[in-house]
């Protein structure tokens, strides 16, 4: 069984027993939060699209960490102008583990 979910703004296809980093989610450590966005949802032979939401379907995870991405290098030049900027972003993720999907 697995579910396309939404979350942070991007679509993750996911199974009971995986981890993922996902868009930082405001919890504590250990606490089990639930997904209602789901998508898309997969039991062997049935599947079920949602027209954009599956109703009543869930997806219940629980958060593992939370940390920052590897830095990325922001580098903007405009030849002969004497123009250059560097500037550098670490995003913040939710590392979370999916515990069960109902629908």
Do not use: C
């Not at 930082?24 to 209602?36: F, K, M, R």
């Not at 250059?84 to 995003?91: I, M, P």
């Amino acid at each position: 069984m697995y579910a396309v979910i939404k979350t942070g703004g991007k679509q993750y296809r996911v199974a009971a027993g995986e981890k993922l980093k996902v868009e930082q989610i405001p919890a504590d450590i250990g606490a089990e939060v639930v997904l209602d966005q789901v998508l898309f949802l997969s039991n062997g032979e049935n599947v079920t699209m949602g027209a954009p939401l599956v109703a009543g379907a869930t997806v219940t995870v629980k958060v593992v960490s939370h940390g920052r991405g590897d830095k990325i290098r922001i580098f903007k030049m405009r030849r002969r102008k004497h123009y250059r900027k560097t500037q550098g972003h670490r995003q913040n993720y939710t590392e979370i583990e999916i515990l069960g999907i109902t629908g």
